[in-house]
């Protein structure tokens, strides 16, 4: 028996299709990063300035949307915080190729004042007759102001607001006041959603300034406090 034996050679062709495309011309939109300051003080005059990203252009139109409401086509415009709390502002860039940015929106943190202690009454005082103290603070008010820090003449301390003193001697004496207010300061995201509970941290304490109280310097500790949002329902810290 004769056997016969085949060999078949198989060929699998396969066609794959190639999709090359190219970059050349291609075009990306301006990227807003961020806008500073974030952060000034009442009565604070500053310029605003943008952080931008793109590849491809280096000359951009700017469309801002100030706080007030109008709209400016400066590339730095003037703002001049005159109310404290949160400010919103709004850019939208172009570069040259006519491609715009996303609408890039920030909030700008106009702090207060911090308050300013004019003086303490009286200046003088008699041997052997007791004396009241109370503080003239320039200030929101005195439901702002949580506590007040005396250092009397002879070193002891007090948390009134209008401590009283006896002068057993005559002599140049020093006093010392440093108020705490209600330190609280609100954190707001980039993009307005606050939520129902925004967080609130505490402002350390700024600078100090000196005054002369009966021939002698006494130091004022000044506090700086923020606040933005309402303080209803607040507990105390």
């Not at 009397?152 to 108020?179: E, I, R």
Request: glycine share 6%; net charge negative; proline share 8%.
């Amino acid at each position: 028996m004769k056997v016969i034996q085949h060999r078949y050679q198989i060929v699998l062709a396969v066609m794959v299709s190639l999709f090359v495309s190219s970059v050349v011309g291609q075009e990306f939109p301006p990227t807003v990063t961020a806008i500073n300051p974030q952060a000034v003080r009442e009565g604070d005059t500053v310029n605003l300035k943008a952080e931008i990203n793109d590849p491809d252009s280096d000359t951009f139109t700017f469309t801002w949307r100030m706080p007030d409401g109008s709209v400016s086509q400066l590339t730095q415009p003037e703002f001049k915080a005159t109310t404290p709390g949160a400010s919103y502002v709004q850019l939208v860039v172009q570069d040259a190729e006519g491609n715009k940015s996303f609408p890039y929106s920030e909030v700008i943190n106009v702090r207060n004042l911090p308050p300013e202690v004019r003086s303490i009454s009286p200046t003088t005082g008699q041997q052997g007759q007791g004396v009241t103290f109370s503080a003239e603070v320039d200030y929101l008010g005195p439901d702002y102001l949580t506590k007040y820090n005396w250092t009397l003449p002879d070193g002891f301390p007090s948390n009134k607001t209008n401590p009283s003193f006896v002068f057993l001697n005559p002599g140049a004496y020093q006093v010392k006041l440093k108020v705490e207010e209600r330190l609280l300061e609100v954190i707001y995201s980039n993009n307005r959603q606050y939520g129902e509970a925004p967080a609130f941290y505490p402002v350390q304490e700024e600078c100090g300034d000196e005054v002369i109280f009966g021939g002698r310097s006494r130091f004022l500790q000044r506090f700086e406090f923020v606040y933005y949002g309402h303080f209803d329902e607040m507990d105390e810290a």
